[in-house]
């Protein structure tokens, strides 16, 4: 119960600040309105930090990431017996979260026609060229990297090590995220993308659908394969 308490309100909270710089950034009438990629890359990473601090202080390993959490599974590194809850603390987490923002700047929608930044790109990902293949290339190299370092970390909960997380974090957004928007994450992408389409969002545009499958399997598989290659460098 604690990890699923723990990975609930992490990615609640890394999804409402995240997805919250977002619809500051895009909804009229803001003050971030217009603001650039590093402030972007920021916010999301800081956004990771406090997630992983919270889950850590409620008895999670602040996973907060279903690449993480599947990836540390396959390769033996996380008991299975623990991955459901991880799985529906993170989903449940992020659509609660992406529920809020839109609650919390409904006012803001209602002025923001989807042509002048309501679009489904607050809540999720897109890729800069829709070329599928390397879009799915871009997400699992990025996601493989971020956790392989992650891995090497040991317990990322502790001390000042959610801050090195989001430092990581900010920095694969400024080299590696502006092909995809670098998701990273198939909970941070999916739920909010999926909240999107079924909430009642003033002026609400497509919620591409067809690009969804990129940022769930290509950071799977991202994780999967660093964990693995991990294991096998320690072995």
């Not at 008991?79 to 799985?87: A, H, I």
């Not at 909960?157 to 928007?181: A, Y």
Request: overall charge neutral; charged content about 5%; some cysteine.
């Amino acid at each position: 119960m604690t990890g699923f308490l723990g990975e609930f309100f992490g990615t609640l909270v890394l999804i409402l600040f995240g997805v919250g710089c977002g619809a500051g950034v895009n909804l009229k009438d803001n003050y971030a309105r217009g603001q650039n990629w590093m402030f972007i890359t920021l916010a999301w990473g800081m956004a990771v930090t406090f997630g992983v601090y919270l889950a850590g202080e409620l008895g999670s390993q602040g996973h907060l990431n279903p690449a993480v959490t599947l990836g540390f599974a396959s390769a033996g590194l996380f008991s299975w017996s623990e991955v459901l809850p991880y799985l529906l603390g993170q989903s449940l987490g992020a659509f609660v979260g992406a529920s809020l923002i839109v609650l919390y700047y409904y006012p803001q929608f209602q002025a923001t026609s989807n042509k002048e930044g309501n679009s489904v790109g607050i809540f999720a990902t897109g890729p800069a060229l829709n070329r599928p293949i390397f879009n799915f290339l871009s997400e699992c190299l990025a996601t493989f990297f971020f956790i392989l370092i992650l891995l090497n970390l040991g317990d990322f909960t502790q001390g000042l090590k959610p801050l090195i997380v989001g430092l990581l974090i900010m920095v694969i957004g400024q080299t590696l995220g502006g092909t995809t928007g670098f998701a990273l994450n198939p909970a941070r992408d999916l739920m909010p993308r999926l909240a999107y389409s079924i909430l009642p969002v003033p002026h609400k545009a497509d919620a591409h659908w067809n690009y969804a499958w990129v940022p769930l399997l290509g950071p799977l598989c991202g994780g999967i394969l660093a964990s693995f290659l991990h294991v096998y460098l320690q072995g």
